[in-house]
């Protein structure tokens, strides 16, 4: 796979549906963690008012946003760290955010990591980047499959169903606000703030 054929060339909105099931590897001082995408949110850039380059705000720490697809950037929210991967081509700073992984490689690890066990290990976009480890914005600018992350060629598990719903935290920013751009694998029990009663526990929602 080109990795950035593969992140320019089709829509962003398809693309955060896509990643679904593709593996996502870190590997860092500590050991290497891997997981199953399972749940993501496209920004739009320019146009969505949620994004961070909304309006076409260029700063330093948001330049990875402008360059090729497939580029990292980490920010903080508050005291948390999130990652985008930046879509289409340069200059046109659209965005997915990575907000869930299921856990397949370095389990022990992330859970030394996080203090938690079980599906709260990495349900969320902060809680997998402090279960893998990721303490810092070091790695921001780096590009996807040429360092120390790696997204899989070709889809690891297959989802039974995507479910499309608004985004998470994306508040007083109408239409943007209802938008169904955050998609996850349905059932799957590291979806963030996925209800009990709605997890499949069988297959976690996988073919």
């Known amino acids: 796979m ?15 549906q896509d990643m679904l ?29 949620a994004a961070h380059s909304y309006n076409g705000r260029h ?20 005291s948390w760290l999130d990652m985008d991967i930046s879509i289409q081509k340069a200059g046109t700073p659209n965005g997915i955010l990575i907000r869930g992984l299921q856990p ?13 066990t079980g599906f709260e290990v990495s349900n969320g976009p902060a809680k997998w980047m402090a279960a893998f480890g990721i303490k810092n914005k070091d790695l921001s600018g780096t590009k996807l499959n040429d360092g120390n992350f790696i997204f899989s060629e070709k889809k690891v598990q297959t989802p039974k169903e995507i479910s499309a719903t608004p985004r998470i935290g994306v508040k007083n920013k109408e239409p943007w606000t209802s938008k169904n751009m955050r998609f996850i694998v349905k059932g799957n029990p590291y979806v963030s703030k996925l209800p009990k009663r709605d997890m499949d526990l069988d297959s976690y929602g996988w073919l």
Do not use: C, W
């Not at 700063?59 to 508050?78: E, M």
């Not at 397949?104 to 938690?116: A, S």
């Open 2 to 16: 080109n990795i950035q054929k593969y992140f320019e060339s089709a829509e962003t909105m398809d693309l955060a």
């Open 21 to 49: 099931g593709h593996t996502f590897t870190y590997t860092s001082d500590q050991g290497l963690f891997s997981g199953l995408i399972v749940e993501t949110e496209a920004y739009l850039g320019p146009i969505d008012m």
């Open 59 to 78: 700063t330093k720490a948001n330049d990875p946003l402008y360059q090729s697809g497939g580029t990292i950037y980490i920010y903080s929210i508050h």
């Open 104 to 116: 397949l490689k370095g389990i022990d690890l992330m859970e030394d990591n996080r203090k938690k």
